[in-house]
């Protein structure tokens, strides 16, 4: 069998060498491994009971078009979501297009003018700047007279309750809480400190909504952000709880009236729920779903499988490869640029879709380097699918995620260790001694 391994590798283009310390690592990393499937099983049971008890049937991937009135796949998949995640009702819908839209669907939806926003996290995710406007914007919170106020971080990345009690005032209406950290330095943060901080916050203030952007946190842990008391949790189906297979969608999972106040938005008011069409997509939505917990498993294998490499290697790496993981996100700072082209390269050279193409750092719309991304997907620019990105600027680090199967993100991992090998960043004694 090694024999055997040893050759397909090579006609993808991994020499034995590298191989060898793949194979040996992901050896050592058994006992991690085996806990990321345990958690996959929990998940995996949690996903099915909920469409056991929901009766999903073949009629629930009935190819609805029109108005949509009585979407009975649409309908039943949102109930499903919502037992997934415990929660009163969910808005699960391919009219929601990213995971941005969501968020800015739940916020909308739920503030209305003199209405104060809080992130007591820092800086919310890129993209939320111009939904909430603190980057002027057309059609911004800020617009709709909504203000916005932010605690920043303890040094350590962690919550600042002191001045977060000082920051809750008479509008302050919701809160808005990032698990994962994106791309910032700081840690995701785990379901039990979220529910600490959701806990400390309804406290000095009960009535004030608590929301979580829970984008690449689905099913990383047994429990989700709504079983601490988020009131609501939102997020894209181009991530996690897609599985690969949606493809397209989002979701915001929560208490029946802040959802209904999302499709009210989402569609019209006096219409809300009942019309959307879910256009043939509902068979990809489910199966993706049901997919969803192994697929993340085999994301967070990845993940720390990239991690131990890189650290033995010498380079920083956050999370480290003994942390804990709360999202599937991994950094690796490679401190120069040719660092991150060979990574990114690597990734790029070991996916099923535009292997063949070689990507090259360019100057991207709304960032202030050039960025370089790897992605070969099956879905345009889906991010549970293997893919990387790094911004050519210091620290030279690389943010890579995802991979629907284990033996595929091991592969691409073993590609990016390939392609530094051949490009001299990483040298044949370097991984003699691995
Ligand atoms: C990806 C992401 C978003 C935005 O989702 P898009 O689908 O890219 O619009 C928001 N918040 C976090 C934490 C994310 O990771």
Redesign the pocket.
């Known amino acids: 069998m090694q024999q055997k391994l040893n050759d397909i590798y090579k006609s993808v283009g991994i020499s034995e060498e590298v191989l060898r310390v793949g194979n040996q690592l992901e050896h050592e990393l058994k006992e991690r491994f085996l806990q990321f499937d345990e958690t996959a099983e929990y998940n995996q049971m949690k996903v099915l009971h909920a469409m056991q008890k929901n009766r999903v049937s073949a009629e629930c991937f009935n190819f609805a078009t029109g108005y949509g009135y009585n979407d009975l796949g649409r309908d039943t998949l949102e109930k499903v979501y919502a037992d997934t995640f415990h929660t009163e009702a969910a808005l699960v819908r391919p009219q929601i297009t ?6 800015a669907l739940a916020l909308s939806a739920n503030l209305r003018p003199g209405d104060e926003l809080l992130s007591p996290v820092g800086k ?2 890129d ?2 700047e111009e939904v909430i406007g603190i980057r002027p914007s057309k059609g911004s919170l800020a617009e709709y007279g909504i203000t916005y106020c932010q605690v920043e971080l303890l040094e350590d990345g962690y919550f600042d309750y002191p001045a977060i009690e000082k920051a809750i005032n008479e509008k302050t209406k919701l809160v808005t809480i ?5 791309y910032q330095t700081r840690p995701s943060y785990s379901v039990e400190k979220i529910g600490e901080l959701i806990t400390f916050i309804k406290k000095i203030k009960p009535d004030v909504i608590c929301m979580v ?1 829970n ?2 946190g689905e099913f990383v842990e047994t429990l989700e952000p709504s079983d601490v008391g988020a009131d609501m949790i939102v997020g ?1 189906l ?2 996690n709880p897609g599985g690969g297979l949606a493809p397209i969608g ?1 979701y915001v999972a929560g208490r029946e009236d802040l959802i209904e106040n999302c499709a009210y938005r989402l569609t019209s008011p006096g219409l809300g729920k009942e019309v959307g069409a879910s256009l043939g997509v509902m068979q990809s939505f489910y199966q993706g779903f049901f997919l969803a917990p192994t697929v993340v498993c085999s994301a967070l294998k990845g993940a720390v499988f990239a991690a131990s490499l890189y650290e033995r290697l010498g380079y920083p790496v956050i999370p480290n490869c003994v942390e804990s993981r709360h ?1 599937i ?1 991994q950094a690796v700072q490679f401190g120069t640029p040719e660092g991150v082209i060979a990574f990114c390269k690597g990734i790029q050279a070991a996916a099923p879709v535009d292997s063949y193409v070689t990507p090259e750092p360019w100057e991207m719309p709304g960032y202030d380097s050039d960025v370089i991304m790897a992605a070969g997907a099956f879905v345009q ?1 889906s ?1 549970i699918e293997l893919s990387a990105d790094g911004p050519i600027k210091p620290p030279y680090a690389v943010y890579f995620q995802g991979g629907l199967t284990w033996p595929h993100a091991k592969l691409g991992i073993l590609q990016s260790l390939q392609q530094l090998v051949d490009a001299g960043v990483v040298t044949r004694e370097q991984l003699q001694n691995l």
Not at 98 to 103: E, Q, R, V
Not at 178 to 182: H, L
């Open positions: 990213c995971g941005t839209h969501a968020l919310p995710y993209t939320l990032q698990r994962s950290k994106g952007d984008c690449y894209s181009i991530k989002g999202d996100i620019g991010s």
